[in-house]
């Protein structure tokens, strides 16, 4: 199961790299108002990771982050390895909380990303409300190519 983990990490970083060198002419962090650039920037973008997990190997993520008739939007897969019917499926709002950050309204609360170069950086709920807001490499998404549809 590792092997097939980290063969799927790998592809994955080699995909995200490829695209890194594409034009991308409209980066996460572009836009003076509130969703404006945010709305042009990600319409359709999906991210992937595999996190760390205190009941399993760890979770599979997905999110894309499209654009709406109601503004922008979001749809999250979690699939927890190794856990019999473990997939969890969520969509909602997106909202820009600052500059660098933004805030998936899921059923069950918020949930805040810092914006990166290519990636998303899940954030704790203490990182947000206390405003120390740091990136940990382990809770990355990487951005697909463009075009790649979610699960």
């Keep these: ?6 063969s799927f990490v790998l592809l994955a970083l080699s995909l995200v790299t490829i695209t890194a060198c594409s034009d991308n002419s409209q ?3 572009q836009g003076d ?14 991210y992937h990771a595999v996190v760390p997990c205190a009941s399993c190997p760890g979770i599979d993520i997905w999110v894309q982050l499209y654009t709406a008739a109601d503004g922008m ?7 927890y390895l190794e856990e019999d019917n473990a997939v969890f499926i969520d969509e909602g709002a997106v909202t820009r909380k600052n500059e660098t950050v933004i805030e998936l309204q899921r059923k069950d609360g918020a949930q805040s990303y810092l914006l990166g170069d290519g ?33």
């Design 73 to 79: 939007r979001f749809r999250i897969v979690e699939r």
């Design 1 to 6: 199961m590792k092997k097939y983990v980290f």
């Design 33 to 46: 108002e509130q969703n404006a650039g945010l709305r042009a920037s990600v319409k359709g973008d999906v």
């Design 119 to 151: 990636y998303i950086s899940l954030l704790g709920t203490m990182d947000v409300e206390e405003g120390s807001i740091t990136d940990n490499a382990d809770y990355r998404l990487y951005k697909m190519p463009a075009g790649f549809k979610m699960p």
């Design 27 to 29: 980066g996460l962090r």
